[in-house]
């Protein structure tokens, strides 16, 4: 039988530019602005600055920019740092079933060594292409299952969209693919344990996912094997870590109609720097809000119809996600996120502020924030999102959204993507600056010098 990593290999080889449906280029280059804007605002958190120094140590080189300043890293380096910081307000994008950020690891990487190598522009975009199918595709095989056992999937499969990723901008023969990709099982890895603390490391997964890619491709470029059946061996991704006989592996999600359908167009881009599956009680609450002129005031309760997959990652257990420690607790904590998104009228770039996080207007309102499981719910492959507001005078007001705002069926536009970026840039890129950068990624398929868009995001803000 032919090996996964055999079919994928094959494909990665022979698809060119001009194979690329014009959606997935345009999507593509919109991604490229998403990722750099959120890697520079993520640059000024503490996290950021944390990972920044430490990159400066581990990585010393001049190869490749460090989004956002000055700085300037090995290949690894700059792949590491700029796919961390993009992780750093959870507002990158998301493959809905599999919930991977494809995208922050692939950008991270090709850009990075677009930086070295001084490639085309059209070279950048379909590697990112190629490498965020991928990464979709390897986690749609069992959607949901990685999750509950406290794996990351960004950190699971990211890596290996980023292998082949980084095989075809290295132009590495179908054999050396291959081993790429078997070198990778070993490196793939991400425990989400500090969801319970509050603590940073899921942050550093898109970082360590476009790092071990790079390290991957470049070990088999060397000549180092690995194993051919990584994913479906007998101890491959699957078989090692989900260990369940009743979970099958739908195994045709994986290289059927490659080049056809394209798995990576339902993923979504985020209005809100929260986990994913919030995005549609966010959506509805705030449209509430707005329609009512709604108050913490006015409020008995809150109550969400959530899908039963959901629960373990943002509604329990209750005593952490009703009084988040950090930032990174409440983004991931549905009833204290619709709480500050309702005091405070928005989500955006400011949002999850210690101020916040103790603000007892905000935490007396999550504590209103109820959950039931409905098992009629879809999926992750639909994020909808159900509620219920109950007024202190008898008055429920419903809503749903039915998809998520920033998916294939509820798109963001162009220009709120670009104002999303905006705003992340903001105090550390100048207007004229942010335009620029803006205007050259909308034109990426025309640069001829990958490392000339990468200068566009050079300050003096450090």
Same mark, same amino acid.
């Given at each position: 039988?032919?090996?996964?990593?055999?079919?994928?290999?094959?494909?990665?080889?022979?698809?060119?530019?001009?194979?690329?449906?014009?959606?997935?280029?345009?999507?593509?280059?919109?991604?490229?602005?998403?990722?750099?804007?959120?890697?520079?605002?993520?640059?000024?958190?503490?996290?950021?600055?944390?990972? +920044?120094?430490?990159?400066?140590?581990?990585?010393?080189?001049?190869?490749?920019?460090?989004?956002?300043?000055?700085?300037?890293?090995?290949?690894?380096?700059?792949?590491?740092?700029?796919?961390?910081?993009?992780?750093?307000?959870?507002?990158?994008?998301?493959?809905?079933?599999?919930?991977?950020?494809?995208?922050?690891?692939?950008?991270?990487?090709?850009?990075?060594?677009?930086?070295?190598?001084?490639?085309?522009?059209?070279?950048?975009?379909?590697?990112?292409?190629?490498?965020?199918?991928?990464?979709?595709?390897?986690?749609?095989?069992?959607?949901?299952?990685?999750?509950? +056992?406290?794996?990351?999937?960004?950190?699971?499969?990211?890596?290996?969209?980023?292998?082949?990723?980084?095989?075809?901008?290295?132009?590495?023969?179908?054999?050396?693919?291959?081993?790429?990709?078997?070198?990778?099982?070993?490196?793939?890895?991400?425990?989400?344990?500090?969801?319970?603390?509050?603590?940073?490391?899921?942050?550093?997964?898109?970082?360590?996912?476009?790092?071990?890619?790079?390290?991957?491709?470049?070990?088999?470029?060397?000549?180092?094997?690995?194993?051919?059946?990584?994913?479906?061996?007998?101890?491959?991704?699957?078989?090692?870590?989900?260990?369940?006989?009743? $979970?099958?592996?739908?195994?045709?999600?994986?290289?059927?109609?490659?080049?056809?359908?394209?798995?990576?167009?339902?993923?979504?881009?985020?209005?809100?720097?929260?986990?994913?599956?919030?995005?549609?009680? $966010?959506?509805?609450?705030?449209?509430?809000?707005?329609?009512?002129?709604?108050?913490?005031? +006015?409020?008995?309760?809150?109550? &969400?119809?959530?899908?039963?997959?959901?629960?373990?990652?943002? &509604?329990?257990?209750?005593?952490?996600?009703?009084?988040?420690?950090?930032?990174?607790?409440?983004?991931?904590?549905?009833?204290?996120?619709?709480?500050?998104?309702?005091?405070?009228?928005?989500?955006?770039?400011?949002?999850?502020?210690?101020?916040?996080?103790?603000?007892?207007?905000?935490?007396?309102?999550? +504590?209103?924030?109820?959950?039931?499981?409905?098992?009629?719910?879809?999926?992750?492959?639909?994020?909808?999102?159900?509620?219920? $507001?109950?007024?202190?005078?008898?008055?429920?007001?419903?809503?749903?959204?039915?998809?998520?705002?920033?998916?294939?069926?509820?798109?963001?536009?162009?220009?709120?993507?670009?104002?999303?970026?905006?705003?992340?840039?903001?105090?550390?890129?100048?207007?004229?600056?942010?335009?620029?950068?803006?205007?050259?990624?909308?034109?990426?398929?025309? &640069?001829?010098? $990958?490392?000339?868009?990468?200068?566009?995001?050079?300050?003096?803000?450090?």
């Amino acid at each position: 039988m032919i090996a996964a990593s055999q079919k994928l290999s094959a494909w990665v080889r022979q698809m060119r530019f001009d194979d690329l449906p014009d959606d997935v280029v345009t999507a593509t280059m919109l991604r490229v602005i998403d990722v750099v804007g959120l890697s520079i605002a993520g640059s000024q958190r503490p996290f950021g600055m944390s990972v +920044r120094s430490a990159t400066a140590g581990l990585h010393p080189g001049t190869e490749a920019r460090i989004w956002g300043g000055t700085a300037r890293s090995s290949v690894s380096g700059a792949a590491f740092a700029n796919g961390a910081l993009s992780q750093a307000l959870e507002y990158d994008d998301t493959h809905n079933e599999s919930i991977v950020h494809m995208s922050s690891p692939a950008v991270a990487a090709a850009l990075a060594l677009g930086d070295r190598l001084r490639c085309g522009g059209r070279d950048a975009i379909l590697a990112i292409a190629i490498g965020n199918e991928i990464s979709c595709r390897v986690g749609s095989l069992a959607p949901g299952q990685f999750h509950k +056992r406290g794996f990351h999937p960004s950190g699971l499969f990211a890596p290996f969209g980023v292998s082949w990723l980084a095989g075809k901008m290295l132009a590495l023969e179908e054999d050396a693919m291959i081993r790429a990709a078997g070198i990778t099982g070993s490196f793939a890895a991400g425990l989400i344990q500090c969801w319970v603390d509050g603590t940073q490391s899921k942050f550093l997964h898109p970082g360590w996912a476009a790092q071990s890619g790079i390290a991957a491709a470049t070990l088999a470029e060397a000549g180092v094997t690995g194993p051919a059946e990584v994913l479906e061996g007998r101890f491959g991704l699957y078989a090692s870590h989900l260990q369940d006989e009743a $979970v099958a592996p739908d195994w045709r999600r994986l290289t059927d109609a490659l080049g056809e359908e394209w798995e990576s167009r339902n993923a979504s881009f985020k209005p809100f720097p929260a986990a994913h599956v919030i995005h549609p009680y $966010v959506s509805a609450l705030l449209r509430l809000r707005e329609r009512h002129g709604l108050s913490a005031e +006015r409020i008995r309760a809150i109550r &969400c119809d959530v899908a039963p997959y959901i629960v373990g990652i943002v &509604c329990e257990p209750q005593g952490e996600k009703l009084h988040p420690l950090t930032d990174s607790h409440g983004r991931v904590s549905l009833q204290y996120t619709l709480a500050e998104a309702l005091v405070r009228g928005r989500l955006g770039k400011d949002a999850y502020q210690p101020e916040y996080l103790r603000d007892e207007a905000i935490l007396s309102l999550a +504590r209103r924030v109820e959950y039931r499981v409905d098992r009629s719910l879809p999926g992750p492959e639909q994020f909808k999102g159900v509620i219920s $507001v109950e007024l202190t005078d008898g008055t429920v007001l419903e809503e749903i959204e039915e998809h998520n705002r920033g998916s294939s069926e509820n798109p963001m536009t162009t220009d709120e993507i670009v104002a999303k970026f905006n705003e992340n840039v903001a105090g550390t890129l100048t207007a004229a600056q942010a335009r620029r950068l803006v205007d050259a990624a909308l034109a990426l398929d025309r &640069c001829e010098d $990958v490392s000339r868009f990468t200068e566009l995001t050079v300050t003096d803000h450090e």
